[in-house]
Protein backbone atom coordinates (compact mmCIF):
# COMPACT_ATOMS: atom_id res chain seq x y z
CA UNK A 1 0.00 0.00 0.00
CA UNK A 2 1.53 3.39 -0.79
CA UNK A 3 1.56 5.66 1.78
CA UNK A 4 0.68 9.36 0.59
CA UNK A 5 1.63 12.79 2.85
CA UNK A 6 0.43 16.44 1.70
CA UNK A 7 1.66 19.22 2.99
CA UNK A 8 2.26 22.80 2.06
CA UNK A 9 -0.79 24.56 3.21
CA UNK A 10 -1.64 27.37 5.61
CA UNK A 11 -3.47 30.54 6.21
CA UNK A 12 -3.20 32.76 3.24
CA UNK A 13 -4.80 36.59 2.21
CA UNK A 14 -6.76 36.38 -1.03
CA UNK A 15 -5.18 37.02 -3.92
CA UNK A 16 -2.20 35.23 -2.20
CA UNK A 17 -0.40 32.01 -3.35
CA UNK A 18 0.53 28.67 -1.79
CA UNK A 19 2.43 25.76 -3.28
CA UNK A 20 1.59 22.02 -1.84
CA UNK A 21 3.96 19.08 -1.95
CA UNK A 22 2.85 14.87 -1.95
CA UNK A 23 5.22 12.65 -1.23
CA UNK A 24 4.63 9.18 -2.50
CA UNK A 25 6.07 6.05 -0.63
CA UNK A 26 6.15 4.06 -3.74
CA UNK A 27 6.52 4.86 -7.48
CA UNK A 28 3.34 5.34 -8.95
CA UNK A 29 3.68 8.79 -10.60
CA UNK A 30 5.09 7.24 -13.76
CA UNK A 31 2.52 4.75 -14.11
CA UNK A 32 -0.51 6.10 -12.98
CA UNK A 33 -2.56 9.41 -13.57
CA UNK A 34 -1.94 11.29 -10.45
CA UNK A 35 -4.62 14.10 -8.89
CA UNK A 36 -5.40 16.71 -6.50
CA UNK A 37 -8.89 16.21 -4.45
CA UNK A 38 -10.25 19.30 -2.38
CA UNK A 39 -13.15 18.55 0.23
CA UNK A 40 -14.03 22.29 1.49
CA UNK A 41 -16.66 21.79 4.80
CA UNK A 42 -19.46 20.77 3.43
CA UNK A 43 -19.02 19.48 0.26
CA UNK A 44 -18.04 16.62 -1.46
CA UNK A 45 -14.25 16.12 -2.33
CA UNK A 46 -13.70 17.07 -6.19
CA UNK A 47 -10.89 16.38 -8.49
CA UNK A 48 -9.52 19.46 -9.39
CA UNK A 49 -6.40 19.23 -11.37
CA UNK A 50 -4.60 15.92 -12.68
CA UNK A 51 -0.93 14.59 -14.52
CA UNK A 52 -0.59 11.72 -16.69
CA UNK A 53 2.38 9.98 -16.76
CA UNK A 54 3.45 11.45 -19.65
CA UNK A 55 2.77 15.06 -18.16
CA UNK A 56 -0.52 16.27 -20.03
CA UNK A 57 -2.45 18.29 -17.43
CA UNK A 58 -6.30 19.04 -16.87
CA UNK A 59 -7.69 20.76 -14.47
CA UNK A 60 -11.48 22.03 -12.97
CA UNK A 61 -13.02 24.93 -14.78
CA UNK A 62 -12.96 26.75 -11.31
CA UNK A 63 -9.04 26.64 -10.86
CA UNK A 64 -7.88 26.36 -14.67
CA UNK A 65 -5.60 29.32 -14.78
CA UNK A 66 -4.97 29.75 -11.46
CA UNK A 67 -3.40 26.05 -10.37
CA UNK A 68 -0.60 24.33 -11.55
CA UNK A 69 0.32 20.91 -11.19
CA UNK A 70 3.52 19.49 -11.75
CA UNK A 71 5.92 15.99 -10.46
CA UNK A 72 9.02 14.97 -9.95
CA UNK A 73 9.08 10.97 -10.61
CA UNK A 74 12.42 10.73 -9.42
CA UNK A 75 11.94 12.32 -5.96
CA UNK A 76 8.63 10.78 -6.09
CA UNK A 77 6.72 14.33 -5.29
CA UNK A 78 3.55 16.02 -6.84
CA UNK A 79 3.14 19.34 -6.28
CA UNK A 80 0.42 21.79 -6.92
CA UNK A 81 1.11 25.94 -7.23
CA UNK A 82 -1.90 27.69 -6.16
CA UNK A 83 -2.13 31.43 -7.54
CA UNK A 84 -4.75 34.12 -7.33
CA UNK A 85 -6.79 32.37 -4.15
CA UNK A 86 -9.65 33.00 -2.93
CA UNK A 87 -12.30 32.31 -0.09
CA UNK A 88 -13.84 29.36 -2.06
CA UNK A 89 -10.40 27.51 -2.33
CA UNK A 90 -10.63 26.73 1.16
CA UNK A 91 -10.39 23.05 1.72
CA UNK A 92 -8.50 20.23 3.34
CA UNK A 93 -6.12 19.34 0.06
CA UNK A 94 -5.66 15.46 -1.09
CA UNK A 95 -3.43 13.93 -3.51
CA UNK A 96 -4.07 10.23 -5.20
CA UNK A 97 -4.07 8.57 -8.16
CA UNK A 98 -7.41 9.31 -10.35
CA UNK A 99 -9.27 7.47 -10.04
CA UNK A 100 -8.31 6.75 -6.89
CA UNK A 101 -6.44 3.53 -6.26
CA UNK A 102 -5.04 4.40 -2.63
CA UNK A 103 -6.18 5.28 1.12
CA UNK A 104 -6.54 8.61 1.58
CA UNK A 105 -3.77 11.00 3.07
CA UNK A 106 -4.57 13.45 6.05
CA UNK A 107 -4.68 16.38 3.68
CA UNK A 108 -3.37 19.57 3.44
CA UNK A 109 -5.22 22.81 5.13
CA UNK A 110 -5.90 25.52 3.20
CA UNK A 111 -7.71 28.75 4.13
CA UNK A 112 -8.11 31.76 2.71
CA UNK A 113 -8.90 34.54 4.69
CA UNK A 114 -8.20 38.36 5.40
Known amino acids: QVQLVEFGGGLVQPGGSLKLSCTAS????????MGWYRQAPGKQRELVAS???????NYADSVRGRFTISKDSANHTLYLQMNSLGPEDTAVYYC????????WGQGTQVTVSS
Open 26 to 33: GSIFSISV
Open 51 to 57: ITPGGAT
Open 96 to 103: NTWPRAFS
